[in-house]
């Protein structure tokens, strides 16, 4: 597979391809940004714009594993087609698309220098298993001086069909203490930690970790300040409702095998997506699409 992928984008400006462990893992690198991602789960593993002093956007734990067995633990996986806990008992949390094998069926250098990416996968009998719908879903990535998600679902069943997703997004920060969240004013807060009363969100949010919360209705673009580092990240959706900020903390962090216990003020997750009452729902032969730009500055 890896001698295939060199030799069918060769011709495609910026892109190397190697193998780690037993993923393939794609470079993406021209004037304006750079990029690492995995068709494991088609799982962003780095974004990083080509400007002076400029910092990985993305962080991913030291202790990821990369043997295909299990999503990898940081970078933005896909949640999809559930957010969250299985419908069932026995399947995984976050829907099982980030633990899947994705096909990278297009590449190109864009006009203004911009890298395009799209990969695809499908229902097979291993995931009718799991959830009975037939469907596609097709991930573009567009690397340059900003990132581009877009994620789109289509149904191909003969009924319309419910679904939650995000992009699970772990961002590099200098420090829990130093960062806020600005852009869930007005948002429904449910906190899935302390399961408190809903709450409107007001004002800006500052980090005080564990946090496990989910804003539903949220609207407009999310901003992390970081002010350790002076470094903003803006996200700017279209097609999503919801957000959700987690980190777990000192003591919650003890229960992942793939996170240093020591690593929790470095990252911090800002997700955004459908879930909860925000669920989309497809019509027969419909599709839908949500889109995530990241901007650094």
């Known amino acids: 597979m890896l001698e295939t992928l060199k030799q069918q984008f060769a011709n495609v400006a910026g892109l190397t391809f190697e193998q780690r462990d037993a993923l393939i893992m794609i470079g993406v690198k021209n004037a304006q940004g750079q990029a690492v991602f995995t068709t494991h789960g088609a799982h962003l593993l780095s974004f990083q714009p080509n400007q002076a002093g400029a910092k990985d956007c993305l962080w991913v734990s030291e202790s990821a594993v990369y043997d295909g067995t299990k999503p990898i633990r940081g970078g ?174 000192s003591e919650l962090i003890k229960g992942f095998a793939d996170m240093d216990n020591q690593a929790w003020p470095r990252m911090l997750c800002v997700e955004v997506g459908n879930v909860l009452q925000n669920a989309v729902t497809i019509p027969s032969q419909g599709t839908h699409t949500m889109t995530m730009v990241l901007k650094s500055r």
């Not at 037939?134 to 340059?144: A, D, H, N, R």
């Not at 679904?163 to 420090?175: G, P, R």
């Not at 919801?242 to 777990?248: G, H, L």
Request: proline share 5%; aromatic share 8%; with cysteine.
């Open 76 to 249: 933005i996986p896909i949640c999809w087609p559930w957010f969250g806990a299985a419908p069932r008992e026995g399947l995984p949390a976050h829907g099982f698309v980030r633990n899947r094998a994705w096909q990278l069926v297009d590449a190109e250098t864009l006009a203004e220098g911009s890298t395009r990416l799209r990969l695809e996968t499908q229902s097979d009998d291993a995931t009718l298993s799991m959830w009975p719908v037939p469907f596609k879903l097709s991930l573009t990535i567009e690397v340059g001086a900003s990132l581009t998600l877009s994620l789109t679902s289509t149904n191909l069943s003969d009924h319309s069909q419910q679904l939650t997703e995000a992009f699970h997004s772990y961002f590099a920060i200098s420090d829990t203490d130093a960062v806020s969240v600005s852009g869930l004013a007005g948002s429904e807060c449910h906190d899935k930690l302390t399961h408190a009363t809903v709450a409107v969100q007001s004002g800006d949010l500052k980090i005080t970790p564990p946090i496990d919360s989910v804003f539903l209705n949220q609207q407009g673009e999310l901003v992390i300040e970081d002010a350790l580092w002076q470094r903003q990240l803006t996200l700017q959706n279209s097609g999503t409702s919801s957000a959700i900020v987690w980190n777990p903390g």
